[in-house]
């Protein structure tokens, strides 16, 4: 391949990352030069213009690039598969932003500076986890995500609890990266060379060779590394523990933008890299890999939903529940139909509207009773009937109930796995779904049925106020008309060039 | 045809009420009381105008509704032609389904007016109950699988609530009772859908049906009777047929009177729907090799419920243990797999809709009254209540089939349909029907007679907005009684066209 000039690259489709990074950069600066009498609720405000900002060049890029755009053999490359994450990448930390600038008034979080602008830098992270086919880049891009985060779950400096989670997810993060980074060891190892789409036929040669079992064996350690990211069995012990110590839109990131980030690094990088790979008998990902996903999805749907029927604090709660969630979303690649990415994708959008919808009741019902226990919903409804209503949306969402965008995410993924005859992940998708309807309907339970300690209005924010109703609403739209977001996916960010046509035949 | 709007304006014209409710200040209870009585009489009028144009003589869906709704495109098939999946909004109504709507329609209202006496929340109840009504006449006038399920589902979600926030005692147990057994029912069905629909790539009911006759060969056998199993299993459990039974008891007992009505009246004929419209309809082969299990189910359902309806100390538990009996009683009709048995089945769904609906409702008038339901506390309640307890023995008559009311017809009917394939087990059913002569007889004779305690002396018998329930119900019931045909001749072409493909195959 011929090595281009680095000033040959048209750089302009990198401007969603030089946007953030910009920012990034200048509000740290600000921040420190500007002073104590600049609010710093204007840090947070810039930060959601850049966000913004970099959303328009996303879609400028959607609709001038009509093919993958590459940079340094693949280190970074602009296409429908990074564009459509960077998508709800960008819409989880405007949201996550939007909570923060009501949730940091509360005065919990002292660096409110800091605050915005490691929001921003784990965005990039994020955004190069889902635009990279290079194994170092992707780990540049993981690396920069973890550690913003660690640093965000921290940021509650007086919290026991907060210092705790961040102390947990420090030390349990390494860990995952380092298994991670083994595996990559592994991919290097066997193929010499960093970019995936080459070790894709070096590891088929690897695996043809007699070295099949090490191709295994990194698999394996991906597979499991990964699973840090996007919290899924056997590497989700983190998340209740984090999730209840750190600032509450900081968990929902997590729950959304960091999760989605995972998927975005751990499918690329495993479909792509190992699809070639030879098994035992015919694929290797279609035989032995899927098995594994297949068994990391069922033991992350059984223990998320088990686990959370638990739980007495709505946070822990939702953990365990983003637990199941990252389950349900292993599904659709065992083994992948064609229509896997659009499930995915609009699995998260659906994911992402109801989780954020969650979490800004939580902050709203938390700072007025001061708990985030489940108690602290009762007699909602009384007290705030719009709220309660929204949140039971979102709640049936989660639940995967008509009519929401939740339930049509899961019947577009319950469609793949029976379209693949996948019988049992399917049964267990469907039995673990009925068990969490216990749980979310607890806290429908508590909003309707029991009385609250007191029936005065609840003071909503404004702000809050419509956000809730207007994620509440996209819930309810996209659940009555799904087709338009799938339609646009399938039309806008259909990455068929990216893994090709794999559509099975159909026996039944 | 093509596209009346009437079905649609008949599903959801509850939401004009549901929109008036919503800007009722919710202190004033008797203006929510009669939107919300008022409010169901909209779908009642139009329901009767669609079962007065129905038209007798085709088995085939009426005023079919058609719309594109959703597209999911799939890509390049197999020889490189573009693929999707097309699931439209398709509304449409034949014989079987016909008689379930006016019969939703009409307990609809009756258990509105029913609800006159529920004194919390008033505003937040109508409002749920109208969503219900949407759902239930959704299920029975979808043409499309997607649309069915996403009804079905609507179902559940205010009957939780309905259950959990104006039921009794152990309201919120009964509910999460209510919802996880129906949960796992409708996760079963899902998986079924989807599963015909990857088969036969639609989702609209007659389409499917065809499609799957037509690729018979293309299905592996055990996939198919997965398929039917799947599907039987999903609505047993709604019907409710024996070990899926517990969680229907805990409803029955712990509901509101006038969610009780609805419950048992509609919400349980539409496992028997589902179970003749998709389990029957779209798998005839293997229904009829099914057919003695159903049989043998259906006997079990009959003699377990008859037999503890007989001991139990709670009225609601003797009615709800009939109700059990009852319904095994549709799945001996479904049995049969010939026209009487299946009229008989739908006549049974019918009428034990009008009678439990009736029943209950009673159970509801006494409570109010006496704060009570148990035989043990009860007696005597002719002298104090005369008008009640009439209407009560002749609900129990019509529920142990009285000749000359719904009960008699439609157990006649099964029984003809199944004597003629399975002598011994129809034999065995038969005597089903003396038990509940007898626990129903006890139960009523325990109330309304024998000597009246001081306490129950003085209660007052049926206000006017109790009358008006117990003779519209009693009235449905003796007519279907004494001129069948009124039902009878809606059912006739549709159930033909199912049966013969049965016999046709098995026979």
Same mark, same amino acid.
């Given at each position: 391949?011929?090595?281009?000039?680095?000033?040959?690259?048209?750089?302009?489709?990198?401007?969603?990352?030089?946007?953030?990074?910009?920012?990034?950069?200048?509000?740290?600066?600000?921040?420190?030069?500007?002073?104590?009498?600049?609010?710093?609720?204007?840090?947070?405000?810039?930060? &959601?213009?850049?966000?913004?900002?970099?959303?328009?060049?996303?879609?400028?890029?959607?609709?001038?690039?009509?093919? +993958?755009? $590459?940079?340094?053999?693949?280190?970074?490359?602009?296409?429908?598969?990074?564009?459509?994450?960077?998508?709800?990448?960008?819409?989880?930390?405007?949201?996550?932003?939007?909570?923060?600038?009501?949730?940091?008034?509360?005065?919990?979080?002292?660096?409110?500076?800091?605050?915005?602008?490691?929001?921003?830098?784990?965005?990039?992270?994020?955004?190069?986890?889902?635009?990279?086919?290079?194994?170092?880049?992707?780990?540049?891009?993981?690396?920069?995500?973890?550690?913003?985060?660690?640093?965000?779950?921290?940021? $509650?400096?007086?919290?026991?609890?907060?210092?705790?989670?961040?102390?947990?997810?420090?030390?349990?993060?390494?860990?995952?990266?380092?298994?991670?980074?083994?595996?990559?060891?592994?991919?290097?190892?066997?193929?010499?060379?960093?970019?995936?789409?080459?070790?894709?036929?070096?590891?088929?040669?690897?695996?043809?060779?007699?070295?099949?079992?090490?191709?295994? *064996?990194?698999?394996?350690?991906?597979?499991?590394?990964?699973?840090?990211?996007?919290?899924?069995? +056997?590497?989700?012990?983190?998340?209740?523990?984090?999730?209840?110590?750190?600032?509450?839109?900081?968990?929902?990131?997590?729950?959304?933008?960091?999760?989605?980030?995972?998927?975005?690094?751990?499918?690329?990088?495993?479909?792509?890299?190992?699809?070639?790979?030879?098994?035992?008998?015919?694929?290797?990902?279609?035989?032995?890999?899927?098995?594994?996903?297949?068994?990391?999805?069922?033991?992350?749907?059984?223990?998320?939903?088990?686990?959370?029927?638990?739980?007495?604090?709505?946070?822990?709660?939702?953990?365990?529940?983003?637990?199941?969630?990252?389950?349900?979303?292993?599904?659709?690649?065992?083994?992948?139909?064609?229509?896997?990415?659009?499930?995915?994708?609009?699995?998260?959008?659906?994911?992402?509207?109801?989780?954020?919808?969650?979490?800004?009741?939580?902050?709203?019902?938390? $700072?007025?009773?001061?708990?985030?226990?489940?108690?602290?919903?009762?007699?909602?409804?009384?007290?705030?009937?719009?709220?309660?209503?929204?949140?039971?949306?979102?709640?049936?969402?989660?639940?995967?109930? /008509?009519?929401?965008?939740?339930?049509?995410?899961?019947?577009?993924?319950?469609?793949?796995?029976?379209?693949? *005859?996948?019988?049992? &992940?399917?049964?267990?998708?469907? *039995?673990?779904?009925?068990?969490?309807?216990?749980?979310?309907?607890?806290?429908?339970?508590?909003?309707?049925?029991? +009385?609250?300690?007191?029936?005065?209005?609840?003071?909503? /924010?404004?702000?809050?106020?419509?956000?809730?109703?207007?994620?509440?609403?996209?819930?309810?739209?996209?659940?009555?008309? /799904?087709?338009?977001?799938?339609?646009?996916?399938?039309?806008?960010?259909?990455?068929?060039?990216?893994?090709?046509?794999?559509?099975?035949?159909?026996?039944? | 045809?093509?596209?009346?709007?009437?079905?649609?304006?008949?599903?959801?014209?509850?939401?004009?009420?549901?929109?008036?409710?919503?800007?009722?200040?919710?202190?004033? #209870?008797?203006?929510?009381?009669?939107?919300?009585?008022?409010?169901?009489?909209?779908?009642?009028?139009?329901?009767?105008?669609?079962?007065?144009?129905?038209?007798?003589?085709?088995?085939?869906?009426?005023?079919?509704?058609?719309?594109?709704?959703?597209?999911?495109?799939?890509?390049?098939?197999?020889? #490189?032609?573009?693929? !999707?999946?097309?699931?439209?909004?398709?509304?449409?109504?034949?014989?079987? !389904?016909?008689?379930?709507?006016?019969?939703?329609?009409?307990?609809?209202?009756?258990?509105?007016?029913?609800?006159?006496?529920?004194?919390?929340?008033?505003?937040?109840?109508?409002?749920?109950?109208?969503?219900?009504?949407?759902?239930?006449?959704?299920?029975?006038?979808?043409?499309?699988?997607?649309?069915?399920?996403?009804?079905?589902?609507?179902?559940?979600?205010?009957?939780?609530?309905?259950?959990?926030?104006?039921?009794?005692?152990?309201?919120?147990?009964?509910?999460?009772?209510?919802?996880?057994?129906?949960?796992?029912?409708?996760?079963?069905?899902?998986?079924?859908?989807?599963?015909?629909?990857?088969?036969?790539?639609?989702?609209?009911?007659?389409? @499917?049906?065809?499609?799957?006759? !037509?690729?018979?060969?293309?299905?592996?056998?055990?996939?198919?009777?997965?398929?039917?199993?799947?599907?039987?299993?999903?609505?047993?459990?709604? @019907?409710?047929?024996?070990?899926?039974?517990?969680?229907? @008891?805990?409803?029955?007992?712990?509901?509101?009177?006038?969610?009780?009505?609805?419950?048992?009246?509609?919400?349980?004929?539409?496992?028997?729907?589902?179970?003749?419209?998709?389990?029957?309809?779209?798998?005839?082969?293997?229904?009829?090799?099914?057919?003695?299990?159903?049989?043998?189910?259906?006997?079990?359902?009959?003699?377990?419920?008859?037999?503890?309806?007989?001991?139990?100390?709670?009225?609601?538990?003797?009615?709800?243990?009939?109700?059990?009996?009852?319904?095994?009683?549709?799945?001996?009709?479904?049995?049969?797999?010939?026209?009487? #048995?299946?009229?008989?089945?739908?006549?049974?769904?019918?009428?034990?809709?009008?009678?439990?609906?009736?029943?209950?409702?009673?159970?509801?008038?006494?409570?109010?009254?006496?704060?009570?339901?148990?035989?043990?506390?009860?007696?005597?309640?002719?002298?104090?209540?005369?008008?009640?307890?009439?209407?009560?023995?002749? #609900?129990?008559?019509? !529920?142990?089939?009285?000749?000359?009311?719904?009960?008699?017809?439609?157990?006649?009917?099964?029984?003809?349909?199944?004597?003629?394939?399975?002598?011994?087990?129809?034999?065995?059913?038969?005597?089903?029907?003396?038990?509940?002569?007898?626990?129903? @007889?006890?139960?009523?004779?325990?109330?309304?007679?024998?000597?009246?305690?001081?306490?129950?002396?003085?209660?007052?018998?049926?206000?006017?907005?109790?009358?008006?329930?117990?003779?519209?119900?009693?009235?449905?019931?003796?007519?279907?009684?004494?001129?069948?045909?009124?039902?009878?001749?809606?059912?006739?072409?549709?159930?033909?066209?199912?049966?013969?493909?049965?016999?046709?195959?098995?026979?």
């Amino acid at each position: 391949m011929e090595v281009k000039d680095i000033f040959s690259y048209d750089w302009g489709y990198l401007l969603p990352e030089f946007i953030i990074l910009g920012f990034a950069t200048l509000l740290s600066l600000l921040d420190l030069f500007a002073g104590k009498r600049l609010g710093r609720q204007v840090i947070g405000l810039l930060s &959601l213009l850049g966000v913004v900002l970099a959303g328009v060049f996303v879609f400028v890029n959607m609709s001038v690039l009509d093919e +993958p755009y $590459r940079y340094m053999l693949d280190t970074i490359r602009i296409d429908d598969y990074g564009n459509a994450f960077k998508l709800l990448f960008l819409a989880g930390t405007a949201f996550a932003i939007l909570l923060s600038l009501s949730y940091l008034e509360q005065g919990e979080v002292a660096h409110r500076g800091e605050y915005y602008y490691l929001m921003l830098t784990g965005l990039l992270g994020a955004m190069v986890m889902a635009s990279s086919a290079d194994l170092i880049t992707l780990f540049v891009g993981l690396e920069l995500l973890s550690l913003s985060s660690y640093v965000l779950v921290g940021l $509650r400096k007086k919290s026991r609890l907060s210092n705790e989670s961040a102390m947990k997810y420090v030390i349990s993060g390494s860990i995952a990266t380092a298994v991670t980074l083994f595996g990559m060891s592994y991919v290097y190892g066997l193929s010499g060379t960093t970019n995936i789409y080459e070790v894709s036929g070096r590891l088929q040669e690897a695996g043809m060779m007699g070295y099949q079992f090490i191709v295994y *064996a990194a698999f394996a350690f991906l597979a499991v590394g990964l699973a840090f990211k996007i919290s899924a069995v +056997p590497n989700h012990m983190w998340a209740p523990d984090v999730y209840q110590g750190a600032p509450t839109p900081v968990a929902a990131f997590l729950a959304v933008v960091s999760k989605a980030a995972g998927f975005a690094l751990a499918f690329r990088l495993l479909l792509i890299a190992f699809f070639q790979a030879p098994g035992l008998t015919g694929s290797f990902f279609f035989a032995e890999g899927a098995l594994l996903l297949g068994l990391m999805a069922a033991a992350s749907m059984i223990i998320g939903n088990t686990m959370a029927l638990r739980q007495t604090n709505v946070k822990r709660m939702m953990a365990y529940s983003g637990i199941a969630h990252a389950g349900y979303l292993l599904v659709p690649f065992v083994p992948p139909t064609t229509l896997f990415f659009s499930e995915v994708i609009f699995y998260l959008f659906g994911y992402l509207l109801a989780t954020f919808g969650v979490f800004a009741v939580l902050m709203v019902i938390a $700072r007025e009773m001061k708990t985030e226990e489940l108690k602290g919903f009762a007699g909602l409804y009384h007290r705030a009937p719009w709220l309660a209503i929204a949140m039971t949306v979102f709640l049936l969402s989660l639940a995967g109930i /008509p009519v929401s965008a939740g339930f049509f995410g899961k019947f577009y993924i319950f469609m793949g796995a029976l379209a693949q *005859a996948n019988y049992w &992940l399917s049964a267990i998708m469907i *039995a673990t779904s009925v068990v969490s309807y216990y749980y979310y309907f607890g806290i429908i339970r508590q909003m309707y049925m029991r +009385p609250g300690q007191s029936e005065a209005p609840l003071e909503v /924010p404004k702000g809050i106020w419509v956000f809730v109703m207007l994620l509440a609403a996209a819930t309810v739209f996209f659940g009555l008309f /799904p087709g338009l977001a799938t339609e646009y996916i399938q039309a806008h960010l259909n990455p068929a060039f990216d893994f090709g046509n794999m559509l099975p035949g159909r026996s039944f | 045809m093509q596209n009346s709007i009437l079905l649609s304006s008949l599903v959801f014209s509850p939401l004009l009420a549901i929109l008036v409710l919503a800007f009722i200040p919710g202190q004033k #209870g008797g203006a929510i009381k009669r939107v919300g009585v008022l409010g169901t009489l909209l779908p009642l009028v139009l329901a009767l105008v669609l079962f007065g144009s129905f038209d007798y003589t085709t088995p085939n869906p009426q005023f079919v509704e058609r719309h594109n709704w959703i597209s999911i495109p799939l890509g390049e098939g197999q020889s #490189g032609e573009a693929v !999707s999946f097309e699931i439209n909004y398709e509304l449409g109504v034949d014989g079987i !389904s016909m008689p379930l709507i006016v019969l939703t329609a009409l307990i609809g209202t009756m258990a509105a007016i029913a609800s006159w006496q529920v004194k919390k929340r008033l505003k937040e109840f109508f409002i749920l109950f109208h969503v219900l009504l949407i759902g239930m006449l959704g299920v029975f006038a979808s043409d499309n699988l997607f649309l069915f399920f996403i009804f079905f589902e609507m179902t559940l979600v205010p009957t939780y609530f309905l259950i959990g926030i104006w039921g009794y005692g152990e309201r919120e147990h009964a509910a999460n009772k209510f919802l996880l057994y129906n949960g796992i029912g409708s996760g079963i069905m899902l998986i079924a859908f989807i599963l015909l629909f990857l088969v036969t790539q639609t989702m609209n009911m007659q389409e @499917l049906s065809n499609n799957l006759s !037509s690729i018979a060969e293309n299905v592996k056998p055990e996939i198919r009777f997965g398929l039917f199993l799947a599907l039987f299993i999903a609505f047993a459990i709604k @019907l409710p047929v024996f070990p899926f039974h517990t969680w229907m @008891l805990k409803v029955h007992v712990q509901a509101p009177p006038s969610i009780v009505m609805i419950h048992s009246g509609i919400l349980l004929k539409m496992g028997a729907y589902g179970l003749l419209r998709m389990g029957i309809g779209f798998f005839p082969e293997e229904a009829y090799r099914f057919a003695t299990w159903l049989a043998v189910l259906g006997i079990i359902n009959i003699l377990y419920g008859a037999v503890l309806a007989f001991v139990q100390k709670d009225l609601k538990m003797v009615l709800a243990y009939s109700s059990i009996s009852h319904m095994g009683i549709v799945l001996l009709g479904f049995a049969a797999m010939n026209t009487i #048995g299946f009229q008989g089945a739908m006549f049974q769904a019918v009428s034990h809709g009008f009678i439990s609906a009736l029943l209950f409702f009673i159970v509801g008038v006494i409570w109010d009254r006496t704060n009570s339901s148990m035989l043990g506390d009860l007696g005597g309640l002719a002298k104090s209540m005369p008008f009640v307890s009439g209407i009560f023995l002749a #609900g129990g008559m019509a !529920s142990l089939g009285l000749p000359g009311m719904s009960g008699f017809i439609s157990e006649f009917l099964a029984f003809l349909g199944l004597f003629g394939n399975m002598p011994v087990l129809a034999a065995v059913g038969a005597l089903g029907i003396v038990l509940t002569a007898v626990y129903l @007889l006890r139960a009523i004779l325990r109330i309304t007679f024998g000597p009246t305690p001081e306490r129950l002396s003085h209660l007052a018998d049926a206000q006017p907005m109790e009358v008006i329930p117990m003779v519209v119900l009693l009235g449905f019931i003796i007519l279907i009684g004494v001129y069948p045909a009124i039902l009878g001749n809606a059912l006739q072409q549709t159930l033909k066209s199912i049966v013969p493909i049965v016999t046709g195959i098995g026979g």
